[in-house]
């Protein structure tokens, strides 16, 4: 999945498109990695596992996924039509609009599974929403409503969930209209002062992330969340 959305993304960085939107299908935007894939140790063990995780098979790392996101030179837009988690939470800091339905959950419960913060979170969160709100969700998995999230400024609107869809898209086809070529190029000088931070940002915390990997810790805190799954 991960590499589907680079292909898409370099697809639509070079057609005719004039914005780009992500948006979930069924109930949720996204439902955050699949934790399991931490129980299927390969044979080379956790040093494989992680390098496996880093690299997204083959070339295509989480780095170059986060890459994607944030070289993409046209407007990017997130239409969070459900709950939210993980690392589409922390990519939400590289889009250029979030809209959200009034059901919508933005969470990062990275501490409670001994993993840390990606998609350049570390560094935007705090930049959006300021040191002690982005503590709170990166350090201490506090769950946001949609309304706290617009509130930080990590959601740019919240709209009732009976009339997200009809809301969004017909304000989404509105600015398709906007000279495409004035749109790209005043999003490139907004996030040209910031790139190289960023790509800094996302080495940095990908490393981090290898090391989460093959630790212990990290293994046993997946593990007793799949044990608390089950008793429920």
Known sequence: MYN???????QAAKDDSVITVFTGA????????????FTKIPEGGV????????????D????EYVKAYIDFPKPLVAVVNGPAVGISVTVLGLFDLVYATDRATFHTPFSQLGQSAEGC???????????????????????LTAAQACELGLVSEV?????????????LKAYAKLPPNSLALSKQLIRSMEKDRLHAVNDAEV??????????????????FFQAKAKL
């Open 4 to 10: 589907d959305i680079i292909a898409a993304l370099e």
């Open 26 to 37: 069924g109930d949720f935007y996204c439902s955050g990695n699949d934790l399991s894939n």
């Open 47 to 58: 040093d494989e596992m992680a390098k496996q995780g880093g690299t997204c098979s083959g």
């Open 60 to 63: 295509h790392q989480l780095t």
């Open 121 to 143: 979170s570390s560094y935007t969160f705090p930049k959006i929403m300021g040191n002690a709100k982005a503590s709170e969700m990166l350090l201490f998995n506090k769950k």
């Open 159 to 171: 709209f009732p969930d009976s009339s997200f869809q009809s809301e969004v898209w017909s304000r």
């Open 207 to 224: 490393e981090r992330l290898m090391e989460r990997w093959t630790s212990d810790e990290c293994f046993n805190a997946v593990m007793s």
